[in-house]
């Protein structure tokens, strides 16, 4: 009778604690390497939708494909927009405006000039910096009946949104095939959806800007985007000066704000996307401020001077060999 007992007890830890299936693909979009895993039995398909979606999302977003929607609408100077282009449109200028224009999604032709959304790493010449800065500026946006126009001799660039804004569709689209847990990670910007297969909370590594072999710490999370943005990610390097690819909408050139990276834990990929690159022109202070005015979100600053800032809801560790001083901020 015991030992019946015992192998009912075995069977039952074997058939409903059975670990769900890791299932993952890989590919490339955005350009960038999507890694996406997913668990259980209905992640196989939902697998094979989620890059049919990047894709359709690559097709739509890109600023630099000629074949794509973003591009058709820059070289036209706007005109009607729907689906995507439309709730990017309209997820984004309430955010150019509420962080004051450190995120300005009509940077396109001075990110260009730089060589960063497609050409040649350059550093422009003064008077074109500030020529292409007189076009450009979120508020000369009209976007009104489904209908955008964009300020003349300025194009419209999703690239610090985009990313964010995938890596949210796709956690929608893999809960609607029923998946209940996901990693999913998009050229480094992560969101998970749920909780790990075993009902713990995910670990969000964030890289050390200075060596990104390692990473600085790394935050617990379930349900969340994880984004990153920092001044090592592209870069190039000219008469032993450094140019990255995150601008000032101020002065046109690569933001110096005194941060290496900035992190934003939020529920909404793309929101985090867009703070996690307006926090950086930002720099410290600001930064703070506008966490403190706005929050729904938490984040994680790494510092020129080798601070690492986390706030307090951040649920950040951090690694126990890293370099960095490391405080709390409430
Ligand atoms: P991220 O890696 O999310 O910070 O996004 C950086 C990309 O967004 C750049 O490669 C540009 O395409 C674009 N970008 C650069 N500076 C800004 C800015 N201040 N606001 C919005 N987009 C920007
Ligand atoms: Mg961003």
């Excluded at 150019?96 to 422009?124: H, K, M, N, Y």
């Excluded at 847990?181 to 050390?208: H, T, Y």
């Amino acid at each position: 009778m015991k030992k019946i007992a015992g192998l009912l007890a075995l069977l039952l830890v074997l058939t409903g604690c059975a670990p769900a299936e890791k299932h993952q693909k890989d590919f490339f979009a955005m350009d960038t390497f999507f890694e996406l895993t997913a668990y259980g039995e209905h992640a196989p398909e939902a697998l094979e939708a989620a890059e049919a979606l990047s894709m359709k999302l690559d097709a739509e977003l890109s600023a630099v494909n000629p074949e794509s929607t973003l591009y058709a609408l820059n070289e036209a100077g706007g005109g009607p927009v729907d689906s995507d282009c439309a709730e990017l449109l309209e997820t984004a200028l309430p955010l150019c405006e509420s962080t004051g224009g450190a995120f300005d999604i009509t940077l396109l032709r001075l990110s260009q000039a730089w060589g960063f959304s497609g050409g040649e790493e350059r550093v422009p010449e003064v008077s074109e910096i500030a020529e292409l800065l007189r076009y450009a500026g979120w508020e000369k946006v009209v976007y009104e009946d489904h209908t955008v126009t964009i300020p003349e001799g300025a194009g419209l660039d999703f690239g610090a949104i985009a990313k964010g804004y995938a890596g949210q569709k796709i956690s929608e689209l893999l809960a609607s095939y029923g998946v209940e847990s996901a990693m999913l990670s998009l050229g480094g910007n992560v969101q998970v959806l749920g909780k790990k297969p075993d009902g713990s909370l995910w670990n969000v590594g964030i890289a050390d800007p200075s060596d990104e072999a390692r990473i600085a710490g790394s935050v617990a999370a379930e349900n969340a985007a994880v984004v990153t943005s920092g001044a090592y990610k592209r870069y190039f390097e000219q008469n032993g000066v450094r140019y990255h690819h995150i601008l000032d909408p101020e002065t046109g050139a690569p933001a110096e704000s005194g941060l290496l990276s900035v992190t934003i834990i939020a529920e909404n990929g793309a929101l985090a996307d867009a703070l996690s690159t307006a926090l950086f022109v930002m720099g410290e202070e600001k930064a703070l401020d506008y966490w403190r005015e706005h929050g729904g979100f938490e984040t994680v600053l790494i510092t020129e001077d080798g601070r690492v800032l986390a706030t307090d809801g951040a649920a950040f560790t951090p690694a126990e060999d890293s370099d960095y001083s490391y405080s709390v901020v409430g």
